[in-house]
């Protein structure tokens, strides 16, 4: 079996990140400027305390199979958000994404509770997220809200909460 490694993203991994939010169908290619200012503010530090994670298999390290974008939530007391965590689709069940989901919150307990207390996600309530709110289930989080028709009509935003304090 072939081993997860996580890292932080450098920007060699540029593409890579981005391809996997088209293949996993979470942005369309005419929303991909916002990304590239979420990514390009990371490289170049203008964007203080975001954080993107990668993994790649150990054979190939630089393959990435699975990315994470985490920052500390504005006007929050030590609120983390996970705004972004994607797994090539041939890698699903292979456990890189729960790899990266657990280095996220490795790193974040690390960092102490004067800077991080808890982690949130969001997502969407539509029938293809099914997997997406399993997999937040499965790792401790818990549905905390739902905010109608926020992503469109029918399309609920589900917010996700997990303590990171013990």
Known sequence: ???????????????????????????????????????SGFF????????????????NPTDVVAAAYYAPEPFSDRIWNLYFIAVDPNQHGTGAGTTLMEQVETELRGSGEDVARVLIVDTSSVDDYDQARSFYERRGF?????????????????????SLVD
């Open 1 to 39: 079996m072939t081993k997860i490694n996580t890292r932080v993203a450098t920007p060699d991994d540029a593409e890579h990140i981005k391809h996997l939010a088209l293949i996993n169908n979470m942005f369309q290619p005419e929303e991909m400027d916002g990304f590239d200012e979420m990514l």
């Open 44 to 59: 170049d530090g203008s964007l203080e305390g975001h954080r993107w994670l990668v993994a790649a298999n150990d054979a």
């Open 142 to 162: 818990v549905e905390e809200a739902r905010l109608r028709d926020f992503y469109g009509p029918g399309d609920h935003k589900v917010t996700f909460w997990k």
